[in-house]
């Protein structure tokens, strides 16, 4: 890979982790406990990949702060992606975009975003998860929850956000996962796969924003296309918000939701106490999202040249921003190491980032996290992990097995 080195020509001394190490791969266990002793002080350490910042309060400092940009630019070009398809569909992302750019087209879909839409999706959700652990009801013994849940609700779900057939659903999922890879520990075929992936995720969301023009529906396309008729936005801006919410919504949520299910199994007593107190499950997911994240790092590059933390960088240098590190910095959260769906969170955890490009889709993916615990819950006495495997770490963990054993409830069996 190609590594990003920082301008050093104020010399400044910072600790050195090696990201590609044994401790950064096994477990978030071993990773929190391999940057503890960074997360005092200004809280950073440096990488092969730029500057790590791994304590809360400088995480969520230089998320917020709008003189940094997500800096897919630096990101692609430290990918040797120079693809036509992939630059121009990545650079015009929502989260890529600064100033009044991103302005107009997050106000424009903001709206459609609030709560009450993601509450109008709940029922279909919970209705699909009953169907398919009804499905799953004769594996008890071997169930592959990541092919017959995790993969398929947020997919199916993005389908029905913009007016899709769900039957799309696969094709989404496949997409969403190419085009992830500019989030995965760079390979030597991904820019040609991104081209590729870019090329037809953006000729599908093109031709359904024509067909949503012709039947509209209360879904987001039609309501992006909408403004688009009374010139309030371009086609441009329309692309920014879907294909966007295309890759930030469906394998985030995946991830997620095999993270929280792979923790609640380790953890039975939580899992105990949701059965009993199920009214928990909204706090209980966004304690599984500190403790068990499946995005460890978000990016950062400064505008221009400055400094930071007495490090001299340019806007090449990739800062990340580590949530792994600043949900378990002990500085905020008690203990961070233990799994407790009672504790309060002092400050929100940042899996869904924060300030002007914070997360638009977080209802709808705490909802979707929400339905398959409370679908676990009625269905499964207890369940057991009998594989788990996950890609990616230190940027964002790709679920590749998981598989359970679960008893029913005896309503169910
Ligand atoms: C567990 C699931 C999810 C995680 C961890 C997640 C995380 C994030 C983060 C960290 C950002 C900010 C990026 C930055 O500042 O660099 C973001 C932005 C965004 N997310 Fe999510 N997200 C998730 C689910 C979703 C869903 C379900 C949707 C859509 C339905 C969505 C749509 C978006 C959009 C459109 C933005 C760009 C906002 C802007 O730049 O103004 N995300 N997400």
């Known amino acids: 890979m190609t590594t990003q080195p920082v301008s050093t020509t104020t010399e400044v001394l910072i600790p050195q982790i090696d990201w590609q190490s044994e401790e950064f791969h096994s477990g978030i266990d071993r990773a929190v406990a391999a940057i503890a002793d960074h997360q005092r002080g200004p809280g950073i350490a440096r990488s092969q990949r730029g500057i790590e910042v791994v ?112 039957t799309d659903a696969p094709l989404v999922a496949h997409l969403s996962q190419e085009c992830m890879l500019t989030s995965a520990p760079p390979q030597p075929d991904h820019p040609d796969r991104l081209e590729i992936a870019a090329t037809l995720t953006t000729a599908y969301l093109l031709g359904l924003a024509e067909l949503r023009r012709q039947q509209p529906g209360d879904d987001l396309l039609s309501f992006l296309v909408a403004a688009q008729d009374r010139g309030e936005i371009d086609l441009d801006d329309i692309l920014a918000v879907v294909f966007n919410a295309l890759v930030g919504s469906t394998d985030t949520t995946s991830a997620q939701i095999c993270c929280n299910a792979e923790a609640l199994a380790a953890n039975p007593e939580q899992w105990q106490l949701l059965k009993q107190e199920p009214d928990r499950v909204p706090h209980a997911v966004t304690e599984l999202m500190r403790y068990n994240p499946g995005a460890w790092s978000i990016t950062r590059s400064s505008r221009t040249a400055t400094t930071y933390k007495g490090l001299d ?47 638009l889709g977080r209802m709808f993916s705490l909802l979707e996290q929400e339905e398959v615990l409370r679908a676990m819950l009625r269905r499964w006495d207890s369940y057991e992990v009998l594989e788990a495997e996950f890609t990616g770490a230190m940027f964002f963990l790709v679920p590749q097995k998981l598989r359970v054993s679960f008893t029913a409830t005896s309503a169910q069996s």
């Open 313 to 359: 960088i340019t806007p090449d240098d990739i800062i990340f921003p580590d949530i792994f590190a600043a949900n378990n910095d002990p500085a905020v959260f008690e203990d961070p190491r233990r799994l407790d769906i009672t504790r309060p969170h002092p400050k929100p955890p940042l899996n869904f980032g924060a300030g002007v490009h914070g997360c």
């Open 55 to 166: 304590a809360y309060e400088a995480a969520a400092e230089i998320v917020k702060n709008t003189d940094f940009t997500l800096g897919m630019a630096a990101r692609l070009d430290s990918r040797g992606v120079e693809g036509t398809a992939t630059r121009g569909a990545f650079l015009n992302f929502l989260f890529s975009r600064d100033g009044q750019e991103h302005l107009r087209a997050r106000k424009a879909c903001a709206p459609w975003f609030a709560s009450s839409s993601a509450e109008r999706v709940r029922g279909h959700v919970s209705e699909w998860l009953d169907s398919w652990l009804d499905e799953a009801a004769s594996q008890s013994n071997d169930y592959d929850f990541l092919g017959g849940i995790a993969n398929r609700l947020p997919s199916t779900l993005f389908c029905l956000l913009v007016g899709a057939p769900l």
